[in-house]
């Protein structure tokens, strides 16, 4: 029986439980290196798990456990070769490859050579498990996190789970501009998969970053082309629209009518962030554009959005198993509160894995009902979302969430950007006092003295920190700040005071949100986006 997205919560849950437990026996068990060890050490019976209190008793997986061997979580049935302790494919499965070889369309002879049936079975089995493709995200670690997809993850489950873009309002004769550089990231790879797996994609256009395509080109090539659609990074996209308002203004282009809806990812979308980007689009010649945000990372190998602005991004229950836990005592939450979330993988070849700690602390908490705007039940999280334990900080004693900085700039009258650095106020002595530097571009025709205080005024409120220093400088110079570090996604707030005192340390910054991350391999993929 398939999967129904108008069952309640409850059916759905059951039925998502039901076909986890069996994905546990008869392929988890058998087949993944990290967890069949895992299970014989703790005493784990996968045949004997019929409850949530039952499967609760796999440990949770955080992300150090996964870089400690990312090929141990790989599904993979044992050949002469294989390095762990995991089963041959059974005999059963071998017949199923078997009877399918003779009806697969794509085991047909290839430029008049034939096949033997032996060739065709083998086919169809590495149609399941041989590994055709990867993604990887940065980290911050330095240790990049890869996902496994096999052929069968791609058309079957990559399909499904992304043909909840239609719910977002896409059509299939929408055109898409791709606004993320070319790297291998889930962000980059999500709009490709979905032209490719999804029953008549539409057409993308995926302009692979600035390194490739420099920005003013990119806005003169979607002027001549014409676009419905636009992924991006918040950021990015910020600095893409200002360039095509100037370009405009200095009638290098017409404007860009006709862009309907923006899918953003990979950082904080406040509100004073999605009045800037509509009116930049107004502008252009786009009014009432909406504005959706999406989440995913690398680890989970697809992307989940939202069917309309702020209606909660829409989850997968077919796929993936979703818990959200206390952050502290990791025990589940109610619905609606606040919680980590946490995941496990159903159905899935590959990469595998198992209630996988996510990090990211769901502020706004998960409902799983019946969404009022597309009517599908599904479980929803709403922003704001932070890193459990990376966006909060101490400031002058006080603790303060770092995206509180952002939410109370963005909003202020006459500021174009900015940039908050905490350091201190003796570089060369870690136990000085702290200080907070904001960078600032102010708008044409915004007068400095009176910026300088509405600036610190609002930090003061929003955070309870006052800074200690407001530096203004040109758009171009403060552009090179935000994007200095990857050249990807605005750094908004850069905390200096954990480098070390040694030559050559690195900046420790943090990551807005988890969403799509990065390293230090970036530095060589630096878009030039600026």
């Given at each position: 029986?398939?999967?129904?997205?108008?069952?309640?919560?409850?059916?759905?849950?059951?039925?998502?439980?039901?076909?986890?437990?069996?994905?546990?026996?008869?392929?988890?068990?058998?087949?993944?290196?990290?967890?069949?060890?895992?299970?014989?050490?703790?005493?784990?019976?996968?045949?004997?798990?019929?409850?949530?209190?039952?499967?609760?008793?796999?440990?949770?997986?955080?992300?150090?456990?996964?870089?400690?061997?990312?090929?141990?979580?790989?599904?993979?049935?044992?050949?002469?070769?294989?390095?762990?302790?995991?089963?041959?494919?059974?005999?059963?499965?071998?017949?199923?490859?078997?009877?399918?070889?003779?009806?697969?369309?794509?085991?047909?002879?290839?430029?008049?050579?034939?096949?033997?049936?032996?060739?065709?079975?083998?086919?169809?089995?590495?149609?399941?498990?041989?590994?055709?493709?990867?993604?990887?995200?940065?980290?911050?670690?330095?240790?990049?996190?890869?996902?496994?997809?096999?052929?069968?993850?791609?058309?079957?489950?990559?399909?499904?789970?992304?043909?909840?873009?239609?719910?977002?309002?896409?059509?299939?004769?929408?055109?898409?501009?791709?606004?993320?550089?070319?790297?291998?990231?889930?962000?980059?790879?999500a709009p490709i998969t979905v032209a490719f797996?999804?029953?008549?994609?539409?057409?993308?256009?995926?302009?692979?970053?600035?390194?490739?395509?420099?920005?003013?080109?990119?806005?003169?090539?979607?002027?001549?082309?014409?676009?419905?659609?636009?992924?991006?990074?918040?950021?990015?996209?910020?600095?893409?629209?200002?360039?095509?308002?100037?370009?405009?203004?200095?009638?290098?282009?017409?404007?860009?009518?006709?862009?309907?809806?923006?899918?953003?990812?990979?950082?904080?979308?406040?509100?004073?962030?999605?009045?800037?980007?509509?009116?930049?689009?107004?502008?252009?010649?786009?009014?009432?554009?909406?504005?959706?945000?999406?989440?995913?990372?690398?680890?989970?190998?697809?992307?989940?959005?939202?069917?309309?602005?702020?209606?909660?991004?829409?989850?997968?229950?077919?796929?993936?198993?979703?818990?959200?836990?206390?952050?502290?005592?990791?025990?589940?939450?109610?619905?609606?509160?606040?919680?980590?979330?946490?995941?496990?993988?159903?159905?899935?070849?590959?990469?595998?894995?198992?209630?996988?700690?996510?990090?990211?602390?769901?502020?706004?908490?998960?409902?799983?009902?019946?969404?009022?705007?597309?009517?599908?039940?599904?479980?929803?999280?709403?922003?704001?979302?932070?890193?459990?334990?990376?966006?909060?900080?101490?400031?002058?004693?006080?603790?303060?969430?770092?995206?509180?900085?952002?939410?109370?700039?963005?909003?202020?009258?006459?500021?174009?950007?900015f940039q908050v650095v905490l350091g201190k106020?003796?570089?060369?002595?870690?136990?000085?006092?702290?200080?907070?530097?904001?960078?600032?571009?102010?708008?044409?025709?915004?007068?400095?003295?009176?910026?300088?205080?509405?600036?610190?005024?609002?930090?003061?409120?929003?955070?309870?920190?006052?800074?200690?220093?407001?530096?203004?400088?040109?758009?171009?110079?403060?552009?090179?700040?935000?994007?200095?570090?990857?050249?990807?996604?605005?750094?908004?707030?850069?905390?200096?005071?954990?480098?070390?005192?040694?030559?050559?340390?690195?900046?420790?910054?943090?990551?807005?949100?988890?969403?799509?991350?990065?390293?230090?391999?970036?530095?060589?993929?630096?878009?030039?986006?600026?």
């Amino acid at each position: 029986m398939s999967f129904g997205y108008h069952w309640n919560r409850e059916d759905q849950r059951r039925w998502a439980e039901e076909r986890l437990f069996r994905y546990l026996r008869d392929y988890v068990d058998r087949f993944h290196p990290h967890y069949r060890r895992l299970f014989r050490e703790r005493g784990i019976d996968a045949d004997r798990i019929y409850t949530y209190d039952d499967f609760r008793k796999i440990p949770i997986t955080t992300k150090q456990d996964f870089l400690t061997d990312q090929k141990a979580f790989v599904l993979q049935p044992r050949q002469d070769d294989t390095p762990y302790d995991v089963e041959p494919l059974p005999a059963g499965k071998k017949l199923a490859y078997a009877a399918r070889a003779f009806t697969a369309r794509y085991l047909r002879d290839v430029y008049g050579k034939p096949r033997s049936f032996r060739e065709k079975v083998a086919q169809t089995a590495m149609y399941e498990w041989l590994p055709a493709h990867f993604n990887f995200s940065g980290g911050t670690t330095g240790m990049p996190a890869s996902a496994v997809f096999t052929t069968y993850d791609l058309r079957e489950n990559v399909r499904k789970v992304h043909g909840m873009l239609y719910e977002t309002g896409w059509e299939m004769d929408m055109r898409t501009l791709n606004l993320f550089p070319a790297v291998p990231h889930l962000a980059f790879f999500a709009p490709i998969t979905v032209a490719f797996t999804v029953d008549t994609g539409g057409a993308v256009l995926h302009t692979c970053g600035g390194k490739a395509i420099p920005t003013e080109r990119q806005v003169i090539i979607a002027s001549i082309m014409g676009f419905q659609m636009i992924t991006s990074l918040p950021s990015y996209l910020l600095y893409w629209l200002k360039t095509a308002v100037e370009l405009k203004e200095k009638g290098w282009i017409q404007g860009l009518p006709g862009i309907r809806q923006v899918i953003a990812g990979a950082e904080p979308m406040t509100d004073e962030y999605r009045r800037r980007i509509k009116g930049y689009l107004e502008e252009l010649g786009s009014p009432g554009v909406r504005i959706m945000e999406v989440y995913g990372m690398t680890e989970m190998k697809a992307g989940f959005f939202e069917c309309g602005e702020k209606t909660g991004v829409h989850l997968n229950p077919e796929f993936y198993y979703w818990e959200m836990l206390d952050p502290e005592t990791r025990e589940p939450v109610q619905w609606g509160d606040p919680g980590v979330l946490v995941f496990s993988h159903i159905g899935w070849r590959g990469t595998v894995l198992l209630r996988y700690w996510t990090g990211d602390l769901i502020q706004g908490g998960m409902v799983w009902e019946k969404c009022p705007s597309c009517g599908l039940t599904l479980p929803r999280i709403f922003t704001p979302i932070v890193r459990a334990e990376k966006d909060f900080t101490k400031v002058k004693g006080a603790r303060v969430p770092l995206l509180e900085f952002q939410r109370a700039l963005h909003g202020v009258e006459g500021l174009e950007s900015f940039q908050v650095v905490l350091g201190k106020e003796d570089e060369g002595d870690a136990l000085s006092r702290d200080k907070v530097t904001v960078y600032a571009c102010a708008e044409p025709g915004a007068e400095e003295a009176a910026l300088r205080e509405r600036i610190v005024n609002s930090v003061r409120m929003g955070t309870e920190i006052s800074p200690d220093e407001v530096v203004f400088m040109d758009s171009k110079a403060l552009e090179a700040r935000l994007f200095e570090r990857t050249g990807l996604k605005a750094d908004w707030v850069v905390d200096r005071r954990e480098v070390s005192l040694t030559a050559g340390a690195a900046v420790t910054e943090p990551d807005p949100e988890g969403q799509v991350e990065e390293t230090e391999d970036d530095e060589a993929e630096k878009s030039d986006q600026r």
